[in-house]
């Protein structure tokens, strides 16, 4: 594979795009950006699938983050095989989980007719990006044992020189065709999330948590007091 | 005192005919959209019935409203908590399912088919995916008590009623109905705008008018779990949530709403209450039985000179106030107290008032096969109508049939009243001692009946002016503006860099 293309210009472009992209996107069009539910047409399916796929996510997600913040708690957790092995359980029955959820989903969208009406072609763009993130991710975990110590040695790394601005492919390029897919599936999908319903994710309403239930807006007022 | 006024409205239910006309105003002005089909922002139910979408009264199913919490209140479904848990999946949600799926039929087909041996038919296609489709629900199927073993059985208001009283019901001779129009309630402790993540569901300051900012909308779609009358719709299309916006832009010019300009029984009336707002929480939240009672108490009465000097300095203007002075609704729901809002349980203070059916209720048929409605035999009749008491109480009081009893007795010694004057064939004293029981004057009777059938349209829909010249003081220096109209209203003209 073209290891520069691929592991130098792709993330660099992926993170202009996500930072640009999103900015630009908030800025003019922030109340655009929602998950596009389609929960009104069609409800019992996406039970199913909607939650354990974004609850799986969400700890694949801090589970990737903490091997990349923090690589040697996750070596020194490592050092004992039990907790090894639970470790890799635990996130590989996650991604488990993900997969079935997103299964599911895509199934959802396949067999309900009310759906077609309100897919893209960016929706199918997801989930293209998501089955390829997700099963790279589970044949890497089952195939390349152990992922969890690995990813610490050799990706964090490699990451941490991409953020410094001075990325090391070496080690990168050397890695088994499955495990770059991965790695490029997900620069895709970072650089993609300002252009799908992926950003969704990033306009959670937090403000809601402390503001007061009822919301009273006045044209004009001219209270004496 | 936070004096705030509200325009509500009281829907008599006695004079609704079940024509739908208002609803087709409705649909015809606002809701005739792709993604909109199925919301009926102003729909008519028969009641009993199970309503539009299906069970809508059901709140262990669809978890909508207020709940008492100690002393204060929580949203039944959602909210800052239980929102986070329902984050991926909106469990209580109706779907497309519970309401129904729109339809067409395919008209140019009776044009363009080719000749043949078969006449074309107009074949009904759905407007969500454009296929054919077989229609097998629509809002108002349960019209007229139709196909009442699915609906008009299933309702939710017969939880109450003895397995008796709802045989005494339905029996087919004695089959009892009423017409039930509902729009957006316009409440003054909204369940949606309290669940909207987003911000976008508001209340505005000047007349109370519930909206949801299309631009802020962002589909989390907690309003439609939260709002228990089912008033908040989803878009499909847009992705966004709407609801009635009570025809804004013609209350802001001073004309009534669609629904309510177009009604043929003239069955609807509008009107300003002011009521104190800094009162609103212990008053959502106090008991269940006290719901009724303390709601209507937190109206306050615009001739009181206390209260209006008060209203101004909360910045109500003269001609609100005024507006207030002649309200229909503050006379139906406070100066005669015939009306009550719509299931007060659900704690969102509701600003539309139904004043009491009271044929159905009372109408019995005697031996002789005869509708049997004058006489003082009635009053015997009230403890075992033909429609339960506890069904109304069931709808409008949450439970407490004394508040409806008394209600229907003044309406009935109106009806007394105006017999005797116009026909003539009941004694005076038979009228006094219904009235005395009623505890209304001759007087009192002959406004209600004014108001009831003969009101013009100025009567029936007292508006007050929107003032959005003072909307417009607040935000600029109109003199700067000045011959500048039509001008820079949505973007500034502005030279290029």
């Known amino acids: 594979m073209n290891g520069v293309f691929f592991f130098i210009v792709l993330p660099y472009l992926a993170t202009l795009s996500l930072l640009l992209g999103s900015i630009y996107r908030y800025r003019f069009s922030g109340y655009q950006v929602s998950s596009l539910s389609s929960q009104f047409l069609e409800s019992k399916q996406l039970y199913f699938g909607s939650r354990p796929f974004h609850w799986g996510l969400i700890f694949l997600f801090f589970g990737h983050l903490a091997a990349f913040l923090t690589p040697r708690a996750v070596l020194a957790w490592n050092q004992v095989p039990l907790r090894l092995y639970i470790l890799e359980f635990t996130a590989f029955a996650f991604g488990f989980i993900v997969l079935a959820g997103l299964i599911l989903l ?14 893209t072609w960016m929706d199918i763009f997801v989930y293209i990006i998501l089955l390829t993130q997700v099963v790279t991710g589970l044949w ?43 790695i490029i599936s997900a620069f895709i999908l970072i650089g993609m999330i300002p252009f799908t319903r992926f950003m969704h994710f990033l306009v959670y309403p937090f403000t809601y948590l402390w503001r007061p239930y009822q919301q009273v807006i006045w044209n004009y007022r001219n209270t004496k007091n | 005192m936070d004096i705030r006024s509200q325009i509500s409205m009281v829907f008599h239910l006695d004079k609704c005919i079940g024509c739908h006309t208002c609803s087709i105003a409705c649909k015809n002005t606002w809701t005739d959209r792709k993604g909109a089909e199925y919301m009926w922002w102003n729909n008519v139910e ?52 519970n309401y129904y799926e729109p339809w067409t039929y395919q008209y140019e087909k009776l044009f363009d088919s080719p000749e043949g041996d078969d ?8 407007l969500v995916t454009g296929e054919k489709m077989t229609p097998k629900a629509g809002p108002n199927w349960d019209d007229d008590l139709g196909g009442s073993p699915e609906y008009a059985r299933n309702d939710v208001n017969l939880k109450d009623l003895s397995p008796a009283e709802r045989e005494t019901m339905f029996q087919l001779e004695r089959m009892v109905m009423f017409y039930l129009p509902r729009i957006c309630n316009h409440c003054l402790n909204p369940a949606c705008v309290a669940a909207c993540p987003s911000g976008a569901i508001y ?5 109370g008018i519930v909206l949801v900012n299309q631009e802020r909308c962002r589909a989390w779609r907690m309003c439609v779990t939260a709002c228990p009358y089912k008033k908040v719709y989803f878009n ?71 209260v209006i000097a008060a209203a101004k300095t909360c910045g109500i203007p003269d001609s609100t106030i005024e507006a207030a002075q002649k309200s229909p609704v503050w006379k139906y729901v406070k100066e005669w107290g015939v009306a009550l809002p719509l299931h ?75 017999r005797a004057v116009t026909v003539g064939d009941i004694s005076w004293d038979d009228v006094d001692k219904i009235m005395l029981e009623s505890g209304l004057t001759p007087d009192v009777a002959e406004d209600i009946y004014r108001l009831t059938s003969l009101a013009r349209l100025e009567e029936r829909f007292v508006i007050p002016p929107a003032h959005r010249e003072e909307a417009i003081e607040m935000m600029e220096e109109t003199h700067i503006h000045k011959g500048s109209t039509g001008f820079g209203f949505m973007k500034k003209p502005k030279r290029g860099l």
């Not at chain 1, 199934?107 to 309100?118: A, D, E, Y």
């Not at chain 1, 390349?144 to 040695?153: D, P, Q, T």
């Not at chain 2, 006449?119 to 759905?126: D, I, K, L, N, Y």
């Open chain 2, 344 to 418: 007060p349980e659900f704690r969102t203070l509701p600003s539309l008032f139904y004043v009491m059916p009271l044929l159905p209720a009372m109408a019995q048929i005697n031996d002789d096969n005869n509708y049997h409605n004058v006489g003082s035999a009635l009053w015997d009749d009230m403890d075992n109508p033909r429609l339960p008491l506890k069904y109304l109480a069931s709808l409008f009081s949450a439970g407490d049939t004394t508040i409806i009893g008394n209600i229907l007795k003044k309406l009935m010694s109106v009806r007394q009243y105006r």
């Open chain 2, 203 to 207: 209340k505005r300051g000047e007349d």
């Open chain 1, 140 to 182: 890497t975990a089952f195939f390349f044992r152990w992922g969890s110590s690995w990813f610490a040695l050799v990706l964090t790394p490699y990451l941490r020189s991409v953020f410094k601005l001075n990325p090391e492919i070496a080690a990168v390029s050397q890695l088994p065709v499955a495990v770059q897919i991965h």
């Open chain 2, 46 to 97: 028969t009641k009993p019935g199970t309503g539009y979408p299906g069970k809508w009264e059901d709140q262990e199913a669809y978890k909508g409203g207020w709940e008492k919490n100690g002393d204060s209140l929580k949203l039944k479904g959602v909210g800052k908590v239980k929102g986070l848990k329902k984050m991926f999946h909106n469990t209580h949600m109706p779907t497309m399912d």
């Open chain 1, 106 to 119: 895509i199934l959802r969208r396949i067999k309900t007719k009310r759906l077609r009406v309100v897919t």
């Open chain 2, 119 to 126: 006449q074309p038919t107009a074949e009904p296609v759905s």
């Open chain 2, 236 to 306: 499909w299309h847009t992705g966004k949530s709407e609801k009635c916006i009570l025809c804004y832009p013609r209350l802001e010019t001073g004309q009534a709403p669609a629904c309510m300009h177009s009604c043929v029984g003239r069955i609807r009336y509008l009107g300003v209450m002011l009521y104190d707002a800094d009162r609103l929480k212990e008053v959502a939240s106090c008991d269940e039985k006290d719901l009724v009672k303390k709601q209507l108490d937190l109206y306050l009465d615009p001739n009181d000179p206390e």
